[in-house]
T-cell receptor, first 111, second 114 residues
Framework: GNSVTQMEGPVTLSEEAFLTINCTYTATGYPSLFWYVQYPGEGLQLLLKATKADDKGSNKGFEATYRKETTSFHLEKGSVQVSDSAVYFCALSRTGNQFYFGTGTSLTVIP | DTGVSQDPRHKITKRGQNVTFRCDPISEHNRLYWYRQTLGQGPEFLTYFQNEAQLEKSRLLSDRFSAERPKGSFSTLEIQRTEQGDSAMYLC????????????FGPGTRLTVT
C-alpha cells in the first residue's frame, strides 16, 4: 500500500540552526511527493513538491530531493527563523485521487 | 483570488444529532476532496469528486457519512447520528486536474461532539 513515515517531533531549534525533517515513503510506481506546512490556526499550505526521481523542490529557503533509491524526501533548511514555527506534513500522491499524509512534525524555533 | 472556503469553521453538537458542512472550492477546480484530521495526526482521505461525480470513497466513510456535489461546484458533507469519535477537523481541498497537481486546502471545520 501507500504510506508516509515522518520523523517524530516535536523539534525545537534555535534561530539560524539547520533543520532536517526526515520523510520516507512506501508506494507502488512513481508517486509525486509534497511537503505541506500548517501554521498555528491556519489551513494546510503547499510548501514544495517533486514529481519524479532526483527532482528537487524548493521554496522559502526549504528544499527536499526525491530519492527513489532510499524512498525518501527529507525536508531541509539551512537557517530557520522564528516564523518557520509550524507543523510540517510530508505527503505522497500516486494517482492524484488522494494524498497520503504523514503524522506531521511540529517545529518550534526559539529566538 | 479566493481560496477554498469552508463553513462553518467550528461546530459543537450533541451526540446523535446530524451536522452538515459546506465547502466552496477554487472556482476553476474540477476536483474536490474531503479529509478528516484528528489531533496529532495527518489528514486522512474520505472521498473525492470530479465535477459532480463521486469517484472514490474511503472505508473511513461509514454509512452515517454522505457527501454531495450537486452542480460540480460546492460540496456538502453530512454526518448523521454523530458520535463522539466523529470529533475531528474536516478538511476540504480542491485541485485543477489529476496526476501531479497539488491540492489546495481550506481552513477546515472543527467538529466537537459532546
Amino acid at each position: 500500500g501507500n504510506s508516509v513515515t515522518q520523523m517524530e517531533g516535536p523539534v525545537t531549534l534555535s534561530e539560524e540552526a539547520f533543520l532536517t525533517i526526515n520523510c520516507t515513503y512506501t508506494a507502488t510506481g512513481y508517486p509525486s511527493l509534497f511537503w505541506y506546512v500548517q501554521y498555528p490556526g491556519e489551513g494546510l499550505q503547499l510548501l514544495l513538491k517533486a514529481t519524479k526521481a532526483d527532482d528537487k523542490g524548493s521554496n522559502k529557503g526549504f528544499e527536499a530531493t526525491y530519492r527513489k533509491e532510499t524512498t525518501s524526501f527529507h525536508l531541509e533548511k539551512g537557517s530557520v527563523q522564528v516564523s518557520d514555527s509550524a507543523v510540517y506534513f510530508c505527503a505522497l500522491s500516486r494517482t492524484g485521487n488522494q494524498f497520503y499524509f504523514g503524522t506531521g512534525t511540529s517545529l518550534t524555533v526559539i529566538p | 483570488d479566493t481560496g477554498v472556503s469552508q463553513d462553518p469553521r467550528h461546530k459543537i453538537t450533541k451526540r446523535g444529532q446530524n451536522v452538515t458542512f459546506r465547502c466552496d472550492p477554487i472556482s476553476e477546480h474540477n476536483r474536490l476532496y474531503w479529509y478528516r484530521q484528528t489531533l496529532g495526526q495527518g489528514p486522512e482521505f474520505l472521498t473525492y469528486f470530479q465535477n459532480e461525480a463521486q469517484l472514490e470513497k474511503s472505508r473511513l466513510l461509514s454509512d452515517r457519512f454522505s457527501a454531495e456535489r450537486p452542480k460540480g461546484s460546492f460540496s456538502t458533507l453530512e454526518i448523521q447520528r454523530t458520535e463522539q469519535g466523529d470529533s475531528a477537523m474536516y478538511l476540504c481541498a480542491s485541485s485543477l486536474r489529476q496526476g501531479r497537481d497539488e491540492q489546495y486546502f481550506g481552513p477546515g471545520t472543527r467538529l466537537t461532539v459532546t
